[in-house]
Nanobody, 122 residues
């Protein structure tokens, strides 16, 4: 498994911005796909955005045009830039890594971070 550590959460006013980071620690080969999920109180965990090792991205409809996912493959780090934040974006945000790539071979891995709280409130 891969150890993932998220950072960057906090309290922000509606309309504000935050940037989340998720770093995979340890000596690991490159990670295949990385994702951000979120879970609000009383709700199921939902996919926010994903990015492949090649840079292809996908987003939940609720965050399109406001959030941007990116990654630094050399650092095995994924980012989530969140702009125009709304109270309904309040949740614990989790990072997920799926698959490792070593010498062109995909190794099955499914790892989650511990989560970082994002609260959007005035």
């Amino acid at each position: 498994q891969v150890q993932l550590v998220e950072s960057g959460g906090g309290l922000v006013q509606p309309g504000g911005s935050l940037r989340l980071s998720c770093e995979a620690s340890g000596s690991i080969p490159s990670i295949d796909s990385m994702y951000w999920f979120r879970q609000a109180p009383g709700k199921e965990r939902e996919l926010v955005a994903g990015i492949t090792s090649g840079g292809s991205t996908n987003y939940a409809d609720s965050v399109k045009a406001r959030f941007t996912i990116s990654r630094d493959n050399a650092k095995n780090t994924v980012y989530l830039q969140m702009n125009s934040l709304k109270p309904e974006d309040t949740a614990v945000y989790y990072c997920r890594a799926l698959g490792l790539i070593r010498a062109g071979v995909r190794i099955p891995v499914d790892s989650w971070g511990q989560g970082t709280q994002v609260t959007v409130s005035s």
